[in-house]
């Protein structure tokens, strides 16, 4: 099981950079501390993972086949690629980091790529943000005036919504499971070492393990340097990117929580007009996005090289 390390590395990647953006938003306004957060995460993660994350899996077989080394690399650089981006403190993608470190990896060994796919998971890249943000501004149009006619005193509303902002996290939380598994194991499921079912745990637990351990560096990012939110659009933010990571994991399209989770919330800030919305930062993350899927493919394709030049001198 050595060959899945790297996979395992992954998954705690992403846990820890994707934690973020599903109670990131709820620990920023005060429902939930941050350890009850990430156990509550952790917990729905790997629901999400073991039950519903086997969809995804199929697209990235359907993207390129590769063995088990070509699926060793695949997971090692886009491991490599989000711990470093983590460490940043960027909310990057890790279906960028997959898809470019499956592509590199199939272009340095000469393998087919099927483009329809690809031009389907790069249009997913571009609908999720984009769909967060403008379910996230219309949610915020009909709520709010609904709330500002409610009779329903301040604190009760505040009570509500904190309640809310738990619930959908821990939806939100099986939906990264469901839609991000497959970024950890599926390329073991096409290499023939894992079944959908194995896959999805071994996934799940890995995720998991990244959010208890290493997620509160990007967490500091969602909600607090983005945009500042109140509860209410906090709720409505994580509603949306809930929302758009249930809907392309019915398709079976993994796609970025962060990417969604970024959307969402400056939808929300857009409510309050341009100025709201830290550009500088939102610039940060849009270099993140373009840099993740370009390094994992040139980690991918420079590590086959490495591999076919060492198994040559062997």
Same mark, same amino acid.
């Given at each position: 099981?050595?060959?899945?390390?790297?996979?395992?590395?992954?998954? /705690?990647?992403?846990?820890?950079?994707?934690?973020?953006?599903?109670?990131?938003?709820?620990?920023?306004?005060?429902?939930?501390?941050?350890?009850?957060?990430?156990?509550? +995460?952790?917990?729905?993660?790997?629901?999400?993972?073991?039950?519903?994350?086997?969809?995804?899996?199929?697209?990235?077989?359907?993207?390129?086949?590769?063995?088990?080394?070509?699926?060793?690399?695949?997971?090692?650089?886009?491991?490599? +690629?989000?711990?470093?981006?983590? %460490?940043?403190?960027?909310?990057?993608?890790?279906?960028?980091?997959?898809?470019?470190?499956?592509?590199?990896?199939?272009?340095?060994?000469?393998?087919?790529?099927?483009?329809?796919?690809?031009?389907?998971? !790069?249009?997913?890249?571009?609908?999720?943000?984009?769909?967060?943000?403008?379910?996230?501004?219309?949610?915020?149009?009909?709520? +709010?005036? &609904?709330?500002?006619?409610?009779?329903?005193?301040?604190?009760?509303?505040?009570?509500?919504?904190?309640?809310?902002?738990?619930?959908?996290?821990?939806?939100?939380?099986?939906?990264?499971?469901?839609?991000?598994?497959?970024?950890?194991?599926? !390329?073991?499921?096409?290499?023939?070492?894992?079944?959908?079912?194995?896959?999805?745990?071994?996934?799940?637990?890995?995720?998991?393990?990244?959010?208890?351990?290493?997620?509160?560096?990007?967490?500091?990012?969602?909600?607090?340097?983005?945009?500042?939110?109140?509860?209410?659009?906090?709720?409505?933010?994580?509603?949306?990117?809930?929302?758009?990571?249930?809907?392309?994991?019915?398709?079976?399209?993994?796609?970025?929580?962060?990417?969604?989770?970024? #959307?969402?919330?400056?939808?929300?800030?857009?409510?309050?007009?341009?100025?709201?919305?830290?550009?500088?930062?939102?610039?940060?993350?849009?270099? #993140? /996005?373009?840099? +993740?899927?370009?390094?994992?493919?040139?980690?991918?394709?420079?590590? /086959?090289?490495? &591999?076919?030049?060492?198994?040559? %001198?062997?």
């Amino acid at each position: 099981m050595w060959a899945i390390a790297p996979a395992l590395l992954m998954g /705690w990647a992403l846990g820890a950079n994707d934690a973020a953006n599903v109670c990131g938003l709820a620990v920023t306004v005060g429902a939930l501390r941050f350890r009850a957060a990430v156990l509550l +995460t952790a917990l729905f993660v790997l629901a999400g993972a073991g039950l519903s994350g086997q969809a995804g899996m199929g697209t990235y077989r359907a993207l390129a086949e590769h063995g088990l080394a070509g699926a060793f690399l695949v997971a090692l650089s886009a491991a490599l +690629t989000i711990t470093l981006m983590t %460490g940043r403190g960027l909310p990057v993608s890790t279906s960028q980091a997959a898809v470019g470190a499956i592509l590199g990896v199939a272009l340095a060994a000469g393998k087919p790529v099927d483009l329809r796919i690809l031009g389907r998971i !790069v249009l997913s890249w571009v609908s999720s943000p984009l769909g967060a943000m403008v379910l996230a501004f219309l949610l915020h149009g009909l709520v +709010t005036p &609904f709330l500002s006619r409610s009779r329903l005193g301040l604190e009760t509303l505040d009570r509500l919504a904190r309640w809310g902002l738990i619930l959908i996290g821990v939806w939100g939380a099986y939906a990264l499971g469901a839609n991000n598994v497959a970024n950890v194991t599926g !390329v073991f499921v096409g290499a023939g070492l894992l079944s959908p079912a194995a896959a999805g745990l071994i996934g799940g637990a890995s995720i998991a393990l990244g959010a208890l351990t290493y997620s509160r560096p990007v967490m500091e990012t969602i909600g607090q340097k983005l945009v500042q939110v109140g509860t209410w659009p906090a709720l409505l933010a994580l509603a949306a990117q809930a929302a758009v990571l249930q809907g392309f994991a019915l398709l079976g399209v993994p796609v970025s929580s962060s990417q969604a989770v970024v #959307g969402a919330v400056v939808g929300i800030g857009l409510v309050k007009g341009v100025s709201a919305v830290n550009l500088r930062q939102i610039l940060r993350i849009l270099l #993140g /996005w373009i840099l +993740t899927p370009a390094l994992s493919g040139l980690v991918g394709a420079l590590g /086959w090289v490495l &591999f076919r030049v060492l198994l040559r %001198g062997g």
